[in-house]
């Protein structure tokens, strides 16, 4: 991948006359997304160090404006520098850099266009996506799924990077900000990475809590009651610092 990416900054330096342009073309990279794309790049490594996702096969975006940085495809977090800002405008047209984003821009794309979330975190954690292969809907096993806007829904299977994808992912979304992909993985939203971060952690923690649960021989959890998930939704809408 690092060839990959020295190919195109060869090709295109040689396109400009050998005067290669750091930032990559379309335009320079505002003060803004320069701090957001550090963040980005943070919030990338957070998901392999707590273990949400092994390798590269996880991806994390955030909007600046109308740009959505992203994380660029097949590219281990731990090579990202100030300099591999990769961005696209909301038709996924890049706008920033050289890297080729994530092979998951359409699910990134259509929360930023029926949502008001300005960052997303896509992970495939070993719990979350092994109870995407058993059943439709994660069970009422903790107030939490309130925090998330209720019972976590599992998005049925399309191929990775499909448009097909992106649109199951959406209708699982509704009135949510997470949800599963059937033998995939989590994706989750917020207003900030942090909060898209957390919400991916709560739902695998959830996840892992259910498959801890439910697999003590000859016993099955209690689950709440749809009225004690919205009771519990309403009161974390208040609690904290939160908006
Ligand atoms: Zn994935």
Not at 8 to 14: F, K, N, S
Not at 57 to 62: F, I, Q
Not at 217 to 229: H, I, K, N, V, Y
């Amino acid at each position: 991948m690092a060839e990959q990416r020295r190919d195109q900054r060869g090709e295109r330096d040689a396109r400009e006359g050998g005067q290669g342009v750091p930032e990559g073309w379309g335009r320079g990279v505002s003060a803004e997304e320069a701090q957001a794309w550090e963040a980005l790049v943070a919030t990338a490594r957070r998901t392999v160090a707590d273990g949400l996702v092994v390798g590269t096969s996880g991806n994390v975006s955030v909007r600046v404006g109308d740009t959505v940085l992203v994380t660029p495809s097949g590219l281990p977090y731990d090579r990202l520098t100030p300099d591999d800002v990769t961005g696209v405008d909301l038709d996924g047209r890049q706008v920033l850099g050289t890297l080729v984003p994530t092979s998951e821009l359409p699910m990134h794309l259509a929360v930023y266009r029926t949502t008001d979330a300005r960052a997303v975190v896509h992970t495939h954690a070993v719990h979350a996506t092994a109870v995407s292969t058993l059943v439709p809907e994660l069970p009422a096993i903790h107030y939490m799924a309130g925090a998330l806007g209720g019972p976590v829904r599992v998005a049925p299977y399309a191929a990775y990077g499909t448009d097909e994808l992106a649109e199951n992912m959406l209708h699982a979304l509704a009135d949510r900000t997470a949800c599963l992909l059937q033998n995939h993985g989590t994706t989750a939203y917020g207003t900030t990475l942090d909060q898209a971060y957390d919400r991916t952690a709560q739902l695998e923690w959830m996840c892992r809590l259910w498959l801890t649960a439910s697999s003590v021989p000859g016993l099955s959890p209690t689950l709440l009651s749809p009225e004690q998930l919205a009771e519990a939704g309403e009161k974390l809408r208040g609690y904290g610092q939160r908006r």
